[in-house]
C-alpha cells in the first residue's frame, strides 16, 4: 500500500475551489489517429505530464446535465477522489470482492508464461495505473526502458511514482494525467520503441461493448507490441450481486462517496443519508448496475435549480459489464489485434489477454 501525499503539487480540474487551468479546445471522442499533445504542462518534479486539457466548464455543464435528466446518471470517474480511491483500495480487499485476487492469481501462476508472449517491452504503458501497485509485480520481469502510468488522479500518479523511482533505477517512470475515458491521447513523445499496454482490473467493463471496442483500437493504435487486459468472466447472480453489495457496505460507500464528491464538484446539496446503494447484477445485458436510491421524495439543488427526486428515483452511477471468453476474444479481434492468448483461474471467473 502506498501513502497517498496531499495534492500540493496539482490541480484538480474538477474541484472549484483550486484556480483553473485556461480551457484547451474540446478535442474529439473517438478520434483514430494520434495527435500532438495540446501543451502539455511540466511539474516541478518533471515527472508527471498534466494534460488534463478537459473543458472544467463543459465536464460540470455535463454533471449537472446527467442529474437533471430523467433518468438521473453520474459517470463512474466522479468515484475517484482521495476518499473514493482509498475506498475501492478497501473493496479489493473483500472477500466478495474476487476480481482483483483472482486476476493476480492469474498473474501469478503464468507470470513468466506472460512474459515470455509480451516479449521485448521498451515502453510499457499502464492505463488507469493509480497507485500503480498492479505494474509493480511486472517490472522486473519486462524491464522495459519506461513506465508510462497514465491516470485521471494526478496527485496519487505522483506519490507512486516517486516511490518507485528508487526501486527500479533502469526505467525511466512518467505519469501522464489526463481523463482517457473520452479519448485516450498519449503525447507521441512519451512513446518510446516497442510499445505494450496493461489494462487491469476489468477496466474496461465500465464502457458499454461498443464504446469499449473503440476504446480497445485506440489502444491498439499505440501498441506496437501488445496490449496486456483483465476481463471478469460472466457468471451465477449470486457470486456477483455479492461483489458489488458487500455486507460490511464498503461499496455502498464507495458509491455514495461520489455524491459528496459532487458537492464539491459542482453547487449542490446532495444528502448521502437520504440515498442508499443499489448494486446488482443485469443478467439479459450481461453487466453490473450501480445506482444511487432516494429513499424519500426529495428536493436537490443542483447548480441553483431545484430537482425533485421521488422516492425509489434511481440515479445510475455504474456499469460494469461481464463477457464470455469467446465475446471478449470477438471484440479484441474487431479492435484491430490479430493474434490473441488468454489465461483464466480454476473456476474461469476471470480472464486475462495478451492480444498483438
Ligand atoms: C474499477 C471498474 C473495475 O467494475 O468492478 C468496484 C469498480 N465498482 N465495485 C468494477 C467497482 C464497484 C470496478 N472497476
Known amino acids: 500500500m502506498i501513502a497517498q501525499l496531499p495534492p500540493t503539487s496539482s490541480v484538480n480540474p474538477l474541484d472549484p475551489s483550486e484556480p483553473l487551468h485556461p480551457s484547451h479546445p474540446a478535442h474529439p471522442s473517438h478520434q483514430l489517429s ?60 473483500l472477500d466478495e470482492y474476487y ?18 508472449a509480451m516479449g521485448k517491452v521498451d515502453t510499457f504503458v499502464d492505463v488507469g495505473a493509480g497507485d500503480c501497485c498492479k505494474a509493480l509485480s511486472w517490472l522486473p520481469l519486462i524491464e522495459p526502458a519506461r513506465y508510462l502510468a497514465v491516470d485521471i488522479a494526478g496527485p496519487s500518479l505522483e506519490s507512486a511514482l516517486a516511490t518507485m523511482v528508487p526501486e527500479f533505477p533502469d526505467t525511466e517512470m512518467l505519469g501522464l494525467a489526463t481523463d482517457f475515458s473520452a479519448n485516450l491521447d498519449i503525447p507521441g513523445e512519451l512513446l518510446t520503441g516497442r510499445v505494450t ?9 465500465n464502457f458499454k461493448p461498443d464504446a469499449a471496442v473503440l476504446f480497445l483500437r485506440q489502444m491498439r493504435r499505440y501498441a506496437t507490441g501488445g496490449l496486456l487486459i483483465g476481463v471478469d468472466a460472466k457468471k451465477d447472480k449470486a457470486t456477483l450481486d455479492a ?38 447484477y443485469n443478467a439479459g445485458l450481461g453487466r453490473i448496475e450501480m445506482h444511487l436510491q432516494s429513499i424519500e421524495s426529495q428536493v436537490v439543488n443542483i447548480d441553483g435549480i431545484a430537482r425533485t427526486y421521488h422516492a425509489d428515483e434511481r440515479i445510475h452511477s455504474e456499469n460494469s459489464y461481464k463477457y464470455d471468453e469467446h465475446e471478449f476474444t ?15 483461474d480454476h473456476e474461469r471467473a476471470f480472464w486475462v489477454f495478451y492480444a498483438a
Open 34 to 93: 494520434p495527435s500532438p499533445p495540446a501543451h502539455p504542462v511540466s511539474h516541478p518534479h518533471d515527472r508527471i505530464v498534466d494534460h488534463l486539457k478537459i473543458d472544467e466548464a463543459a465536464e460540470r455543464a455535463k454533471l449537472i446535465k446527467n442529474l437533471r435528466a430523467t433518468p438521473a446518471s453520474i459517470e463512474p470517474k466522479y468515484f475517484y477522489d482521495k476518499l473514493g480511491c482509498a475506498l475501492y483500495a478497501a473493496i479489493c480487499q
Open 99 to 116: 476480481p482483483t485476487r483472482t486476476e493476480s492469481a492469474i498473474f501469478q501462476t503464468y507470470r513468466n508464461e506472460i512474459a515470455e
Open 197 to 205: 499496454l496493461f489494462y487491469p482490473g476489468s477496466s474496461i467493463g
Open 243 to 280: 461483489a458489488y453489495a458487500d455486507s460490511l457496505g464498503v461499496t455502498a460507500a464507495f458509491n455514495l462517496n461520489a455524491l459528496r464528491h459532487i458537492n464539491r464538484v459542482i453547487n449542490s446539496d446532495f444528502d448521502e443519508k437520504k440515498w442508499r446503494h443499489v448494486g446488482q
Open 330 to 344: 470477438a471484440m479484441l479481434g474487431e479492435a484491430g489485434f490479430a493474434e490473441v492468448q488468454v489465461w483464466t
